[in-house]
């Protein structure tokens, strides 16, 4: 197999060199044994971190859409319900953390999974977003790679809410 290797810019800096979108499943085997895809939704300010995010979680076999504010999401949020959503914490305007909340409270019938994808490690942003309702944090840290093992680990336990 012919190898291609691409650095993504997120932000400010560049992320580990990853392989071409249509060689990605390489490295995700378990996505040939999920019989329905789990929908996501990415919520962060960045559209190139979302746009990364969609094609990793994609290729792994997720069902994925991006919102780039706290107010599009909420307006996606009332078409349709995903298994999980990835909320970056600062965003302008409606935090993530305050989005939490604001999901957490309209949330009716269906659980949905509320994960914070944060740069910031702190131990009072972990705290904030356990309190307003997330049931994980995850540092942007975290090689964009190890996301889909991550989140399907998640899925797979009973959400809060």
């Known amino acids: 197999m012919r190898e291609q290797a691409f650095l993504f810019w997120v932000g400010s800096r560049i992320c580990k060199p990853l392989y071409h979108p249509i060689y990605l499943y390489d490295f995700f085997p378990y996505n040939a044994f999920m019989l329905d895809a789990k ?17 990793v ?14 107010k599009q999401a909420l307006n996606l949020l009332k078409d349709e319900m995903p298994d999980l959503i990835l909320l970056d914490v600062m965003m302008p305007g409606m935090n993530g953390i305050e989005l939490c ?5 309209k949330q009716k019938g269906k659980r949905v999974h509320i994960v914070m994808y944060t740069a910031d490690s702190s131990d ?3 705290k904030c977003s356990l ?3 997330a049931n994980d944090l995850i540092t942007k840290e975290t090689p964009i790679y190890d996301l889909p093992v991550k989140l399907n680990g998640l899925l797979v336990s009973e959400p809060r809410g």
């Open 57 to 70: 979680l994609e290729n792994a076999g997720f069902e994925v859409r991006g919102a780039y504010s706290g």
């Open 124 to 126: 009072s942003t972990r």
């Open 101 to 105: 909340r604001e999901i957490r409270n």
């Open 131 to 133: 309190e307003a309702g």
């Open 39 to 55: 929908k996501i939704l990415v919520v962060d300010d960045e559209s190139s971190l979302v746009q990364l995010c969609q094609i």
